[in-house]
């Protein structure tokens, strides 16, 4: 399947064209899906992605239908790679978050902070020393399955150490580091918002702020998963297509996107390509800046 769809940049602050080739053409690559989100791109040249409802991680390799990669999957939400190659996944319907080896051997990694469930682990992200950051909202259980009370971004230590690093989101869901890792930013799906946060040298985090500011959450979407560059732009999905700002919080422009986007990875031998989950649909789309991997 490959439908293309003509690259419309919709520049506010600067000039969108720093970014993206103006002559980049938006390609539906795969489609048919129940809600995709969790894209990851695999060293060894392929995506996998998740179908939340579908309770389904596919892989998808270049010029090919997708097929099941993992089934039931938990209802997987975010994916990401560790330092050796495992996928790590956010499951919302396993309240976790797994590890799945190269064998195919999957085990939970945490399901609980200080002896309660966690509520719906949504995204993640792993920094360098081996240390995961995640966000745990409750979308993906009812009010009554709820057991702490609040909505928490956590890090999770090589050892098995589980730390909360901030308990007043009302809705976290988004998160990525700068390319140094000095920043870890962290979008709040209610408020429309990007928070960011100083990392300090022991993994704990101090002083967020309100980095930017999306529209409110519609049918177009809503603020959600973020990828960034190797100069520390800001890609966050958000109503009407992926928004890019500056390492400073300028909003760079809007990267229009046929389906309200939900996910989005750096893909391909360059790390030049944005693949992109949107509804039921894969999408993609070239860049002039490679991405931080």
Known sequence: MNYYYQLTLSAT???LEEIMFTESQINKIAGGFKFTEGI???PDGYLLFSDIPANTIYKLQPEQQPEIFRKPSGNANGNTFDKIGSLITAEHGNRRISRTDKNGNIITLVD????????????LVVKSDGSIYFTD???GIKSEQEELGF??????ESDGNLTLLSDDFIRPNGIVFSPDETKLY???SQKGHIRV???NADGLLENGIVFATLEPPSKKGAADGMKVDIKGNIYCTGPRGIWVFSPSSDLLGIIEIPEPPANLAWGDQDYQTLYITAKTSIY???SKIPGVV
């Open 137 to 139: 909202p409750p979308y």
């Open 13 to 15: 602050n600067q000039d």
């Open 112 to 123: 609980k902070y200080q002896e309660k469930k966690l509520n719906s682990p949504n995204d």
């Open 151 to 156: 909505y928490g971004v956590y890090r999770l």
């Open 284 to 286: 993609s789309i070239r």
């Open 197 to 199: 946060f100083d990392v």
């Open 40 to 42: 990851v791109w695999h």
């Open 186 to 188: 962290v979008s709040d």
